[in-house]
């Protein structure tokens, strides 16, 4: 940031003017550049730029990548604005890679505990009565730590954020005609890994979408097309993708992703599954590694989601937990959603650790590794959703802070 | 739509594999095929589809385009869903192309009528305090009518929905010190165009926003990377892309885009000039050329915006403007955002017309075509917001209706 000479800086267009004959007079004394090769730099001298196109494209600048590994990706959060993720950048986690589905082959089958078992195709779904749902989906596994140079990506991007539409679970349930004792359904999807999960019926009732489309447009291949099941708030892997199957039932099926998987230690030999809900969970995405920061007024920026309902609450702490102050929420904050926090703080370039907190409309608090590791023991890593520091170095480093406290 | 026989689908994986068996035997039969051949149609069998990418892709079946002209390309309205425009199909009205800007050379400078002038630099802009909006942004320029085959793109398709993140104009304001006097300022554009633009100083105080980000990551090129102005609700040439001055003045600049352009011949020899806020309107996107629709039930879905705040009410028609009921909207319903409505219609088969009619929280209703042009004479093709109808065919063919009523 320039504070600008007024005398120098009369006007724009002259200041440019007299900066090109300075630069056109250098080069051309040395290497007798022509005057046309000398703007080369300047884009408002380069009529006819790009024109229009069938679709637009992501500046050759910008490197946003998702990091795969065999079988997930990661939203690079630190990278990202806002509430919403690109939806070429939204998190992936397969169990046998994405399909290659024509839509027009596709059909989704729903039966069992019902009167009137059903067919039907994309285009039947889309006759069907429509909702619209901005709403994140976090992967159960969303969690790593234990070094010092992981970015919010690596700590906790397996979490996006979409707008997704579809037909409102209840909609075919009412269709079909389920029937009274009808308490779980299976969904199950056509990829090679036939992934299948339980759901309490209830669910289906409540806010469950049968989604096609996604931030505007169908879903993207990797995210379930034609097709997928989409349940706000809940972990991932139940919002099951290129979804061709619901069966009604009275139990659940006790399938390989809700017993051998997905499924959680919680100390005395005990198991907890069918642990649907995401717990509130923030994570500061600015400052965060690999960027450094300078001296001075820093915003800190983050985002904060619950899949229990809304964000009431973002608490920073840039004390390494000693006071904490309540951040802003970007309006709209919505339900079940990324929830953008920001919080102006003045570094004063000592050493220190900044972390978030989130509260969330139940009243639940997010807590910290330690507590969490209290009450669930260490051998799962699932749901976990800790306070997360990061530590701000004297020369402006930002680092991940590992230790469990 | 099919109905399924209870004995036949006992279970998904049972029928499937009936259906493959059948398929598997008919055409071994034929042409002696391999098994394994034979699952080639069915993505169940195809174990390690894709993996995760570094970016997600779209369906090879998804054929979205913007049918761009030279100085023009449209959101395709009808093919999409809920109120967020993915960012390549944001729609793009350039001047003198799209110009290649290297974000490390970008400067923004501020000056005239304040106490400190100032260049800043991308990464001083993102050093600020940061803001998000969810809203339109739509051309002046956007209407299309006189034959029967156009479709919502064709009509109206250079209005797009994005979250919008920059640094409040009004935060650069106070950095500068704008004078007491400041009543204008100039907005001009770092493309070959030079495209500038008068803005009452107000508005930069009200909710202007420099932005540098548009649905999560970074500007596309063609939507003004690395920085643009933001106007939420006004017409859309005023949010200038590429954006690399801002002068503060004591009048406006009279430039050729608010002189010869972008001003409304309204009779009587009058001129409106600086008409920025967009006037409420609605489409309704389905049905809509060129989908034709069929007997029975139709989920009638459109979008709805205003400039000047929310959308208070979407009303619909679907006897030609004789009667008239009352959409739903679906909520979170945002200021100066498209809004979605949709109404259940039970259409008969017999011609008709469908049409949707949007009143804002200011209390102005959309107007018809007639209204308009009677206001404002026929000299003028901007801020055109007619209420727009469909014909519906008793072959169920969709068509606009071009008459002025």
């Not at 006007?11 to 005057?35: E, L, N």
């Not at 009604?248 to 006790?254: K, S």
Request: with cysteine; charged share 20%.
């Amino acid at each position: 940031m320039k504070k600008v000479n007024r005398r120098t800086w009369l006007s724009g267009a002259a200041t440019a003017a007299v900066a090109i004959a300075q630069t056109a007079t250098a080069k051309a004394v040395q290497v007798g550049v022509p005057i046309d090769q000398l703007w080369a730099d300047d884009p408002t001298k380069q009529p006819g730029g790009a024109p229009p196109g069938q679709v637009g494209t992501r500046s050759p600048f910008e490197k946003l990548v998702k990091n795969p590994s065999d079988i997930s990706s990661r939203t690079p959060l630190q990278d990202l604005h806002g509430i919403l993720t690109p939806s070429d950048l939204h998190f992936e986690r397969h169990h046998n890679g994405v399909p290659a589905i024509d839509p027009a082959k596709h059909e989704l089958l729903i039966h069992g505990m019902v009167d009137k078992p059903l067919v039907v195709t994309l285009a039947d779904l889309k006759r069907f009565p429509s909702v619209s749902h901005i709403a994140f989906l976090e992967c159960s596994g969303n969690f790593r730590t234990g070094k010092e140079t992981l970015s919010p990506q690596d700590i906790c991007g397996l979490t996006s954020q979409s707008e997704w539409t579809g037909v409102s679970l209840a909609t075919l349930f009412r269709e079909v005609g389920v029937r009274p004792g009808a308490s779980w359904f299976l969904a199950e999807g056509g990829d090679a890994a036939l992934m299948t999960r339980s759901i309490p019926v209830q669910k289906g009732w409540d806010d469950a979408i049968i989604a096609y489309a996604q931030n505007g447009e169908a879903l993207r291949p990797e995210q379930g097309y034609p097709v997928r099941l989409f349940l706000p708030g809940w972990e991932g892997n139940t919002s099951v993708k290129w979804l061709r199957r619901i069966e009604l039932g009275d139990a659940p099926w006790q399938t390989r992703e809700e017993t051998s998987k997905y499924t959680e230690a919680v100390g005395d030999g005990k198991i907890r599954q069918f642990s649907f809900d995401i717990d509130a969970r923030s994570i500061i995405t600015f400052p965060a590694y690999p960027a450094p920061v300078q001296r001075g007024w820093i915003e800190i920026r983050g985002l904060a989601w619950s899949g229990r309902g809304t964000i009431e609450r973002v608490e920073i702490s840039t004390d390494a937990g000693k006071s904490w102050q309540v951040a802003t929420l970007q309006q709209p904050v919505l339900d079940k959603a990324h929830t953008r926090f920001r919080l102006l703080w003045h570094w004063n370039g000592d050493e220190t650790e900044i972390m978030s907190r989130a509260v969330d409309s139940t009243g639940y608090v997010q807590p910290t590794y330690r507590q969490l590791l209290d009450a669930r023991g260490g051998n799962s890593g699932y749901h976990m959703n800790p306070i997360t520091a990061w530590q701000i170095k004297r020369d402006g480093r930002v680092l991940h802070r590992p230790e469990i406290r």
